[in-house]
């Protein structure tokens, strides 16, 4: 696939959910304040950055301006739904009988990431400029940019560290490339042709270069499957929304079929392949019963699930049950616990925390641990860097004696062959993506965004130049 366009910035959207189940979106107002950056990195329209020499020329068409959006609830899609009751055959008939005149597009959605040392930084700043990861009240949504310039600058260090000790970049890429092409071939045997499309959030190849591909491609039907098991506002949320966002603009996907499977931790081929990794790595183990089963998920911060809605915590509690009742129901007993990973900055994270917890099963006597990371399916900096040398070393220091890791499930054919028939149930619930035209309202308030910005940015801009004290405080909070 040639991958042409990059980014996305939207500081007006927040995702609200409305119980375990149904997700509702409502995006407010945006605005955005641009930031200089060396020569080496330019902008594009939607405020990611992307390297110089590699950067295409703009498409006017993902340029917007604070339109509210509402997402239709049967945008999703679950193995549960109505729409998913029709069998599995029925469904590849159904496509089947349509393929002269259908092109079925399937769009996987992944996080991204830094595939040099060099790309460590503009990298995080589109991870910190998405305002699905730092949410910030609508008054101060101007700063976003700006403090993901700082905040990305304050933690390459400590980053590029940890690409450094897996090889110098981020495995994300070539994985998800391999996904995609597995799952082409999967959905081949299952007698679908589809042309498969990988979009990355904040690095190659990004979001909308995928999709303006699948627009010059003709796609007649599109399935988005992130590749995320469990849903949050920050990962499938964030990535859901840049689509929305497009679809919203261009009058080839306004009509364009398409059906989102928002998260697929329940299924069964995923929960029966975790249980296969799990129960393998168990029997390496010399004495396979008295091992704990820990589960590590990255975490979120505490308020998206408390304040914002985000279903994740309840996701992952479903699935960590899911996986261990398919393990008991093979007679594998073992205690097991979930712990959450990878916080950053100075805010309350989803506890427990997994470095605290592994330091009290050490302290608690507890002699053998098998970690499962179940948050993301393929290998990353978290699993190779951080749970397979940072929280293997503090395990070990801790006083358990015996370590072992189930792998990230990768390509493992029952997984993809899952995720094939999950594309193809979703296709007959395909259908037009409806979004609501900006609020009057937002116009209004234009020119009161306009002074605030200028006050406040005005503030901050005194107070950073002038204070380094604040800034080595601050720099302190990331590190
Ligand atoms: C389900 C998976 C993930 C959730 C939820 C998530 C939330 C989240 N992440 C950050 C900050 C960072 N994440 C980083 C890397 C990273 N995150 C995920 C997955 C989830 N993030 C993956 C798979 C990766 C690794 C990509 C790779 O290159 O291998 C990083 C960069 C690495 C680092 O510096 O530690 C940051 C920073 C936040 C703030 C957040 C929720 C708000
Ligand atoms: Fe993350």
């Known amino acids: 696939m040639e991958c042409v366009r990059s980014g996305v910035l939207d500081l007006g959207c927040s995702s609200r959910f409305l119980g375990k189940g149904g997700?509702?979106?409502?995006?407010?107002?945006?605005?955005?304040?641009?930031?200089?950056?060396?020569?080496?990195?330019?902008?594009?329209?939607?405020?990611?950055?992307?390297?110089?020499?590699?950067?295409?020329?703009?498409?006017?068409?993902?340029?917007?301006?604070?339109?509210?959006?509402?997402?239709?609830?049967?945008?999703?899609?679950?193995?549960?739904?109505?729409?998913?009751?029709?069998?599995?055959?029925?469904?590849?008939r159904a496509v089947s009988s349509h393929a002269a005149e259908e092109k079925v597009g399937v769009l996987l959605l992944n996080l991204g990431g830094p595939e040099t040392l060099d790309d460590v930084q503009p990298f995080l700043f589109n991870l910190f400029a998405d305002p699905d990861i730092i949410r910030l009240p609508r008054l101060f949504r101007f700063l976003q940019r700006p403090l993901a310039k700082l905040i990305s600058t304050f933690r390459a260090p400590k980053s590029k560290e940890g690409y450094a000790s897996i090889g110098g970049g981020s495995p994300l890429r070539k994985i998800t490339d391999e996904q995609a092409n597995t799952l082409k071939a999967a959905l081949q045997k299952k007698n679908l042709h589809a042309n498969i499309y990988v979009g990355m959030r904040y690095w190659y190849p990004f979001t909308e270069e995928a999709i303006d591909q699948i627009k010059k491609d003709k796609i007649t039907k599109l399935v988005v499957l992130p590749l995320y098991p469990q849903y949050s506002i920050s990962t499938s949320g964030s990535s859901i929304r840049v689509l929305q966002n497009i679809v919203r603009e261009d009058s080839y996907f306004a009509g364009l079929p398409i059906s989102i499977i928002e998260s697929w931790y329940q299924r069964d081929g995923y929960v029966k392949s975790m249980a296969d990794l799990i129960e393998k790595e168990l029997s390496i183990f010399s004495n396979p019963d008295e091992v704990m089963i820990f589960f590590s998920a990255h975490g979120v911060p505490l308020t998206y699930v408390t304040d914002a809605g985000d279903p994740y915590r309840d996701q992952m509690e479903d699935c960590i049950a899911l996986i261990m009742g398919e393990l008991r129901s093979r007679g594998i007993v073992n205690s097991h616990t979930l712990a959450?990973?990878?916080?950053?900055?100075?805010?309350?994270?989803?506890?427990?925390?997994?470095?605290?917890?592994?330091?009290?099963?050490?302290?608690?006597?507890?002699?053998?641990?098998?970690?499962?990371?179940?948050?993301?399916?393929?290998?990353?900096?978290?699993?190779?860097?951080?749970?397979?040398?940072?929280?293997?070393?503090?395990?070990?220091?801790?006083?358990?004696?015996?370590?072992?890791?189930?792998?990230?499930?990768?390509?493992?054919?029952?997984?993809?062959?899952?995720?094939?028939?999950?594309?193809?149930?979703?296709?007959?619930?395909?259908?037009?993506?409806?979004?609501?035209?900006?609020?009057?309202?937002?116009?209004?308030?234009?020119?009161?965004?306009?002074?605030?910005?200028?006050?406040?940015?005005?503030?901050?801009?005194?107070?950073?130049?002038?204070?380094?004290?604040?800034?080595?405080?601050?720099?302190?909070?990331?590190?």
């Open 23 to 92: 997700p509702a979106t409502s995006c407010a107002g945006a605005s955005s304040t641009n930031l200089a950056f060396s020569t080496k990195y330019e902008q594009n329209s939607h405020g990611n950055v992307k390297p110089s020499q590699l950067a295409a020329s703009g498409s006017s068409r993902f340029v917007h301006r604070s339109p509210v959006i509402k997402q239709r609830h049967n945008l999703s899609v679950r193995s549960t739904s109505a729409e998913a009751c029709t069998t599995f055959d029925e469904n590849v």
């Open 340 to 479: 959450y990973q990878s916080r950053v900055g100075p805010v309350q994270w989803l506890k427990p925390y997994t470095d605290e917890v592994l330091v009290e099963l050490g302290q608690q006597g507890v002699k053998s641990l098998l970690a499962v990371p179940v948050s993301f399916v393929s290998e990353h900096i978290e699993t190779l860097e951080e749970i397979d040398m940072e929280y293997k070393e503090l395990a070990l220091e801790s006083g358990i004696k015996n370590w072992g890791r189930v792998p990230a499930l990768g390509c493992t054919s029952s997984f993809i062959s899952d995720l094939a028939d999950a594309v193809v149930e979703a296709l007959p619930s395909a259908s037009a993506i409806v979004t609501k035209k900006a609020d009057e309202s937002d116009s209004d308030m234009d020119l009161m965004h306009y002074l605030s910005k200028m006050f406040f940015g005005s503030i901050l801009m005194f107070v950073l130049l002038l204070s380094p004290r604040l800034i080595s405080a601050f720099r302190n909070t990331l590190l």
